[in-house]
């Protein structure tokens, strides 16, 4: 439980600082970049915060619902804005991708 109990302080953290300083990000986002840059002090992952993203990682799927959702439901916007989303689509899925390939390498290297 204080693996969740972390998530959600982060969360809350990422929260706070968006409204505080009107960032154009998604609070949840703020939060990801904080505990990111938490566990990069720290150096390695906390095992109660290991635990709790393995129990949570195959939920993952469950939050492409709403998604599907948003996209049935919201034709009109997507007709209107669907050009530019895409190009937002493709500029963050690439360094997205090239970020993950780049982990999962060193993650190989090291563990063999």
Request: charged share 10%.
């Amino acid at each position: 439980m204080s693996g969740l109990l972390t998530l959600l302080i982060f969360l809350l953290l990422g929260s706070l600082l968006q409204t505080l300083l009107h960032l154009p990000v998604p609070a949840s986002i703020v939060g990801m970049l904080l505990l990111l840059l938490a566990l990069i002090l720290r150096g390695k992952t906390p095992d109660n915060l290991q635990r709790i993203t393995q129990t949570l990682s195959p939920l993952l799927p469950l939050f492409l619902i709403p998604v599907s959702v948003g996209i049935i439901t919201q034709k009109q916007l997507l007709a209107e804005h669907g050009p530019a989303l895409l190009v937002i689509l493709a500029l963050s899925l690439i360094p997205g991708a090239l970020l993950s390939a780049l982990i999962m390498r060193k993650g190989g290297k090291s563990g063999s």
